[in-house]
């Protein structure tokens, strides 16, 4: 059975997040930009029987067999429509230590003429020696999925590798209509919010200009993305996973600001300024079940830091996690909405100066990990501006990961070298250092 | 002021500090009132754990999946008057 053949809704319509990707891919010719990927070792399993839960899980999620094709009208945008099969996202292959990159190169060059009408996500099967399956790698444009969505598809596979075979059949008509409910509904959310939040932001940030300066840049270069490769990596575990955690919950300040707290502090040595944007990816999908489908609806958040250099640890703690919960309540306000404005205003983004952080809850969906040998781990994030930080939480291994993404194409005096290493340490220190300054923390 | 009214204040009490706690919210920011949907006012699934915390309720999971469903804090008294 295809999608197709058992589909009414034959042409879903981009959600807007999906449309602004559409526009970076046009304005960009590096075909791999746009690349995510996620690589996952299981237990010993058959492969026919993984097979036959993986199928389940893509007709649960028809838009993995969608393809983008020009609109019928007039509309700037492509629609998702469904052309695939299973067979034409899923390959089988043994296993070998190059295979994951190899897999994620394939497909992102079949995208270099261009991305209409090619499959936006591959499934590569793992097989080990005694041929059973071992591992699962996937690879996708960012067009097509963003973190939550792989989420859901997790769940969907868990679910289905639990049964055994024995579940339903999905409607694909079903799903994709909830698709393209769930795309009109972020479309309705994003276009609501303009009218009501632009006199604030536009408010906002010509105080900040103001007190800042306005205009001031360090830097003139455009703020153009590039791919993101892995700069660092380093993983909190044992007693200074508990500390963090600890100092989370007596200073009822979210993990996520501790992190982006040290990780400023860190930027901030780097730069010798305490002056950044710090930009946060969102998860709208938090208690609204009309958008819990696979897709991608990613927006992101940015917000002025500024502290003074003596600022301790509490103040900055502090500060970041008043600006986060401001920054927060635009969360449908779009990102090039937001940039569109702050360029206005500034005339200039200083590239150096954005600093992103992803804060992701779990490594994958809870009822994945059972099936699994180790935590899944991110191959490819798509596109960055600058550095990203991006932080997994294992509260079942109690670990917290950390991993430092930058641009591909970042000239070697840029290079800063143990950055991970460096937030980790920051982070230690941050209970014990609560009211002196930040700047000792990291040495300075 | 009856029974049932003096323990919806508190309950309204009671949600309201831990709102304003962990969400810098002032009683000006509730521009629909009580039916004020938290997520605008920066509530998202990492800070909602927080505010669970300081309700009290971060061991009930039924209770807790009750309010992620009316995250307002007319849809949280309600739920935690139910729950009592």
């Known amino acids: 059975m295809t999608a197709s053949e058992e589909c009414h809704v034959d042409r879903i319509p981009l959600s807007r997040s999906q449309q602004n990707i559409y526009h970076g891919v046009l304005q960009d010719n590096d075909p791999t930009l746009y690349l995510i990927g996620k690589s996952y070792r299981f237990h010993q399993r058959e492969v026919s029987g993984f097979l036959a839960a993986l199928e389940s899980t893509v007709l649960k999620n028809p838009v993995l067999l969608c393809v983008l094709e020009a609109p019928l009208t007039g509309d700037d945008h492509p629609d998702l429509v469904p052309r695939l099969e299973f067979g034409d996202i899923v390959r089988v292959q043994s296993d070998d230590e190059a295979v994951t990159a190899r897999s994620g190169d394939e497909l992102s060059r079949t995208w270099s003429s261009g991305i209409l009408a090619k499959p936006l996500v591959r499934y590569t099967v793992r097989t080990d020696e005694s041929g059973s399956m071992s591992g699962l790698d996937v690879h996708a444009h960012h067009i097509l999925l963003d973190g939550g969505g792989i989420g859901i598809i997790e769940a969907d596979l868990a679910r289905h590798l639990a049964a055994g075979g024995a579940t339903e059949i999905p409607c694909v008509s079903q799903v994709l209509t909830k698709l393209t409910e769930a795309h009109r509904v972020e479309t309705t959310r994003v276009e609501e919010s303009l009218p009501r939040l632009a006199d604030v932001v536009q408010r906002e940030l010509s105080d900040e200009a103001h007190a800042r300066g306005r205009g001031q840049g360090v830097n003139d270069a455009p703020a153009t993305e590039a791919r993101g490769i892995l700069h660092g990596s380093v993983m909190i575990s044992g007693k200074a996973y508990d500390t963090i955690v600890a100092l989370s919950e007596v200073k009822q300040v979210p993990l996520n600001v501790l992190v982006a707290a040290a990780a400023v502090a860190v930027h901030t040595s780097l730069r010798q300024s305490t002056e950044c944007l710090l930009v946060d990816v969102v998860a709208n999908r938090f208690a609204d079940p009309d958008l819990n489908v696979a897709t991608c609806l990613v927006n992101s958040v940015a917000y002025p830091v500024r502290f003074p250099p003596s600022a301790s640890v509490q103040d900055v703690v502090r500060t970041l996690d008043r600006g986060y919960v401001k920054a927060a309540r635009r969360r449908w306000l779009r990102e090039e909405e937001y940039r569109r404005m702050y360029l206005a205003i500034n005339s200039t983004l200083d590239i150096e100066g954005v600093l992103t952080l992803n804060f992701i809850r779990e490594p994958c969906a809870p009822g994945l990990r059972p099936f699994l040998s180790e935590a899944p781990v991110v191959t490819d994030i798509g596109p960055v501006v600058d550095m990203t930080v991006a932080c997994v939480v294992n509260e079942h291994q109690r670990t917290l990961n950390l991993n430092i993404w930058n641009r591909a194409d970042l000239p070697e005096n840029k290079k800063h070298p143990r950055v991970a290493e460096r937030i980790a340490a920051t982070l230690e220190l941050m209970a014990a250092r609560w009211d002196e300054p930040m700047a000792m923390t990291v040495g300075e | ?84």
């Open chain 2, 1 to 84: 002021m009856s029974e049932t009214a003096r323990e919806t204040e508190t309950a309204r009490e009671r949600v309201f500090a831990a709102v304003g706690e962990v969400l810098y919210v002032a009683e000006s920011d509730l521009v629909d009132g009580d039916a004020t949907d938290l997520r605008d006012l920066g509530l998202d699934s990492v800070r909602f754990v927080l505010v669970m915390k300081q309700l009290g309720v971060s061991q009930q999971a039924e209770l807790i999946s009750r309010l992620a469903d009316h995250p307002s804090i007319a849809g949280w008294v309600h739920e935690l008057e139910k729950s009592t």
